[in-house]
């Protein structure tokens, strides 16, 4: 295990559990001035996003993870190098990219579904083919890749969740891939406000207008659209 992983599960009294973390306080103003913490095990979290049955066979790997705060733009996973780590979503918006041969920032994808897992390479144990770095800060789950890659090659019920991912994977791919060569620009932005409503105002034009195949200037150009679109609808109201 890493030194960092190492750290975090030693703990004194009145520390978290291993590989706890601290939630955020709750910012509803009656809980102002409480000092209770909000603590999330790996197993407590797993047991949100696993069925009871898978939960047993994994318990093993979750004695080896913890659950991580990230910072924003914290990299998780940097293409072309192997990931010593796998990741799913507690909270948080992340990003991933890669650059073209014109050394140009490409935004591949989007994830910030609680449980979506962030995996850098296929299969697993091989060099990441994207960099997945956080938009804003936000906490994730994170499992050594190594005892998961030995499993694979024996564990029928962990290959079957391999498997149930990867599916999800493609279909997510397919989805982004048919939107890009079928859809023109505006019916792309209004198909990713419907996808990632959250993503709108917290990820840059830049990066959304990457991820769309669309240029900076008409992503903005059609957000003004439909902002005088709105407009004209509630006067006539």
């Not at 890493?2 to 009145?14: L, Y």
């Not at 913490?37 to 009871?52: D, G, H, K, V, W």
């Not at 279909?171 to 060569?181: A, D, P, Q, S, T």
Request: aromatic share 8%; net charge neutral; charged share 25%.
């Amino acid at each position: 295990a890493s030194k960092r992983a190492q750290e975090s599960r030693s703990t004194t009294v009145g520390q978290a559990p291993p590989g706890a973390a601290e939630m955020p306080q709750h910012k509803n103003p009656q809980y102002q001035g409480e000092r209770r913490r909000m603590i999330l095990t790996p197993e407590e979290f797993a047991a949100q996003i696993f069925a009871q049955g898978e939960l047993q066979f994994l318990r093993p790997l979750l004695a080896l993870a913890e659950i991580r705060a990230v910072k924003k733009n914290e990299i998780l996973i940097r293409e072309g190098e192997i990931p010593e780590e796998i990741f799913f979503i507690v909270d948080g918006i992340y990003r991933g990219f890669f650059e073209n041969s014109n050394g140009k920032d490409i935004t591949d994808c989007f994830c910030c579904g609680t449980g979506e897992p962030i995996v850098g390479s296929l299969p697993l144990g091989s060099p990441a083919m994207i960099t997945m770095a956080a938009i804003q800060p936000g906490h994730v789950l994170a499992v050594p890749s190594g005892p998961i890659v030995s499993r694979l090659e024996s564990d029928e019920t962990l290959v079957r969740i391999y498997n149930r991912l990867l599916l999800d994977s493609l279909r997510n791919h397919v989805e982004i891939k048919k939107v890009l060569y079928q859809f023109d620009a505006m019916e792309k932005y209004k198909w990713f406000l419907k996808k990632y409503p959250e993503l709108d105002k917290k990820a840059t034009v830049r990066h959304i207008a990457s991820y769309l195949d669309i240029t900076p200037v008409t992503l903005s150009r059609i957000r003004s659209e439909l902002a005088e679109e709105l407009a004209q609808q509630n006067e006539n109201k």
